[in-house]
């Protein structure tokens, strides 16, 4: 009110000593006040940017820093806009249409401020989600979920202010927003319920980004955690996108939980074998497996008289969940457990069947 006051005092005076008339007057007060405001918001903006920021630089945390460098524009354009406000509103021509003016400028400062609200959130909740990582207390997707809730928050508030400047009633609005969210819900259950299972994988943790798992028959890496779907990397090189509401009803199987991998392989021997030599054989698998790196030795053990051969049942734990080093390690065991029988005269049986006829 009082730069309106101003604005029109201004205006007087141009007309009292100039003579150039009342909206002339009027025009030239306004882009007065328009001026006014801009060296004001510049002026402020300097001094965020000069004292501030330099401030800021000196603090041992980089969130002051982003803070002010993401809101230093917008109060330059929130000055701006204070400024066109007052000088048009001073604008006699314009007064038909004062109301509608004040319902434009009111709703072009809910965005702006709604603008410096989500970007300083952002930053808040990007920084909370870094401390609480270092502390494995957050996850990725988590972080994302959070500036979706926010962001959709602030966005309905702005929408509700945006309905009070064009003076629309919120009783009925409220009243429908309840019928249509009813309706909502129910068009979007399958959509909720693949984000409450977002929620759901976050708060369990079954897996996390980075995760190699097993769902039904698709094995893959977990490459993003969203809030309706998961996509993981799969063995074969494509991208499986899969719903988080068939994840949480599904069974998984995460391996980078595992910590020592259980291995089980059966050794078929002839039966032609001398006792002795079978003997041997627990002694012979023993030493190959003891003392090989990443593994950890069980039992060896003559399991079974079967149908065509001796069976020796072996047992072993790798130290570790990567798969390829696994493999390698059970590739140098099958090579030494060959040269170690072909040394001893040790064969390997393979399915037969002998068939007696009689004459």
Do not use: C
């Not at 007060?29 to 918001?41: D, M, N, T």
């Not at 065509?308 to 590739?331: C, G, I, L």
């Amino acid at each position: 009110m009082a730069l309106y006051g101003m604005a029109s005092n201004l205006a007087e005076l141009l007309d009292e000593f100039f003579k150039i008339g009342q909206l002339a007057s009027e025009a030239i007060a306004s882009a007065v006040i328009l001026l006014l405001a801009i060296v004001i918001g510049w002026a402020a903006y300097i001094v965020f940017r000069r004292y501030f920021t330099r401030w800021a630089k000196g603090t041992k945390t980089k969130l002051d820093d982003e803070i002010l460098r993401n809101i230093r524009a917008p109060i330059l354009f929130l000055a701006i806009l204070a400024g066109a406000y007052y000088g048009l509103g001073s604008l006699s021509i314009l007064k038909p249409y004062s109301e509608l003016l004040t319902a434009i400028f009111w709703v072009a400062q809910i965005l702006i401020i709604t603008f410096i609200i989500t970007r300083v959130t952002n930053i808040l909740v990007t920084w909370f989600a870094e401390r609480a990582k270092r502390e494995n207390k957050m996850s990725d997707h988590l972080l994302y979920l959070l500036k979706r809730l926010i962001q959709g928050t602030v966005y309905l508030f702005a929408f509700l202010a945006i309905l009070v400047a064009f003076r629309i009633d919120l009783s009925s609005v409220v009243l429908g927003l309840g019928v249509g969210g009813i309706a909502i819900g129910l068009a979007l259950q399958s959509i909720l319920s693949d984000a409450f299972g977002a929620f759901s994988i976050y708060f369990d943790r079954p897996f996390e980004v980075g995760d190699f798992i097993v769902v039904d028959n698709y094995s893959g890496t977990v490459k993003k955690i969203g809030l309706k779907s998961t996509r993981l990397q799969l063995l074969q090189g494509e991208e499986l996108v899969i719903s988080n509401k068939q994840l949480t009803t599904s069974t998984v199987r995460n391996f980078k939980k595992l910590k020592k991998r259980r291995v089980t392989f059966t050794l078929e021997i002839t039966y032609n074998t001398s006792l002795e030599k079978l003997r041997k054989i627990p002694e012979i698998i023993t030493n190959i497996l003891e003392n090989r790196e990443l593994v950890e030795f069980d039992r060896v053990h003559f399991a079974k008289i079967g149908d065509f051969s001796h069976n020796f049942e072996v047992v072993y734990f790798m130290k570790t969940n990567d798969y390829v080093k696994y493999m390698d390690t059970q590739q140098k065991i099958n090579f030494a457990i060959i040269e170690a029988f072909e040394k001893e005269g040790i064969n390997m049986a393979f399915p037969t069947q002998t068939i007696i006829l009689n004459k």
